[in-house]
């Protein structure tokens, strides 16, 4: 067991290490967004807002195809992924990396190694049900995709991106203040009292 542990671990930190080499050039842009996206200034989550709602309106105003959409995003990232590694040593200064920045930008790539493969695992997760239960997947399945159908019927398509892209931004901010948590934890205790009364009256 410990050795799976070890070598879990050690393919965990060669991920990691191969994905800090691929995004060194955004080094400096990923630490200014992580610390947006945690919330380190209370401001931020008002701007944060204010440019996606800002991006959101520009899209809604100008109305655009969807193939005109997508080549307008796939030419921002192309442009991106050009600039950004020249530019940003240039704007933040890479004379100024500290060893607490290098240490922070580790565990940010660590925790999209693990995110990775979280998905991954729930992936196969689904694949794996679908082999052993086809029924229960099946069912699954369809439920999901009449909900979301449904959803996407009674919601705008813009508006409904909106939400869940704003959900998205915020989530980071929202863990690192702990107010995830402490929702969640109301919940499950409302969830337990419920069963308890349940109980009760069962008996």
């Not at 699954?140 to 009674?154: E, H, R, V």
């Not at 919601?155 to 948590?181: A, C, D, K, R």
């Amino acid at each position: 067991m410990a050795e799976g542990d070890n070598r879990s671990a050690n393919i965990l930190a060669q991920e990691t290490a191969q994905l800090e080499e691929q995004l060194q050039g955004w080094g400096e842009v990923i630490l200014a967004g992580d610390q947006v996206l945690r919330w380190v200034k209370p401001w931020f989550p008002a701007a944060l807002m204010g440019v996606v709602s800002a991006v959101f309106l520009m899209i809604y105003y100008l109305d655009p195809s969807v193939l005109t959409g997508v080549s307008c995003a796939v030419m921002l990232l192309c442009l991106a992924d050009y600039l950004v590694p020249t530019l940003a040593p240039r704007i933040f200064g890479s004379n100024k990396w500290t060893t607490e920045q290098q240490q922070r930008f580790h565990e940010i790539c660590g925790n999209l190694v693990k995110t990775q493969r979280r998905v991954v695992g729930w992936w196969r997760r689904i694949f794996a049900l679908k082999e052993e239960k086809p029924k229960v997947y099946f069912m699954s399945a369809i439920i999901s995709l009449l909900m979301m159908a449904w959803i996407g019927q009674q919601v705008h398509n813009l508006f409904l991106t909106y939400l869940i892209v704003s959900f998205l931004l915020l989530l980071p901010g929202l863990n690192q203040q702990g107010i995830i948590s402490k929702y969640v934890g109301m919940a499950k205790r409302e969830i337990n009292k419920l069963l308890k009364q349940k109980e009760k009256k069962n008996e």
